[in-house]
């Protein structure tokens, strides 16, 4: 399984961006996706998933709300649609599938994708 996370770019707060992770190789809907962010000097933090089926999603609280995650099966695609930006939610925003869900934990998914920065000024 392939992951590249793409739609990174430097924003104003209160704007929105769309992340898009393009997933490629085996079935794409036998994975669960999730989302997880890395901001300068800190450790990887996790943003929110979703379900193989899309039916399910969930997120950190503080993206609750603002953040919401789909996928398109069609297209083998996982966005994560960012909304009311805040400077606190710039990193490096990566993508990743795995078979566990629910999953917060980094370890319990399989594959990576690159990151893509996103970066909020004031």
């Known amino acids: 399984v392939q992951l590249q996370a793409s739609g990174g770019g430097l924003v104003q707060a209160g704007d929105s961006l769309r992340l898009s992770c393009a997933i490629s190789?085996?079935?794409?809907?036998?994975?669960?996706v999730g989302w997880f962010r890395q901001a300068p000097g800190k450790d990887h933090n996790f943003v929110g998933a979703i379900s193989w089926s899309g039916g399910s999603s969930y997120y950190a609280e503080s993206v609750k709300g603002r953040f919401s995650i789909s996928r398109d099966m069609a297209k083998n695609t996982v966005y994560l649609q960012m909304n009311i930006l805040k400077p606190e939610d710039t990193a490096t925003y990566h993508c990743a599938a795995g078979r566990a869900w629910p999953e917060i934990s980094m370890s319990r998914y399989d594959y990576w994708g690159q990151g893509t920065q996103v970066t909020v000024s004031s």
């Open positions: 190789g085996r079935t794409f809907g036998n994975y669960a």
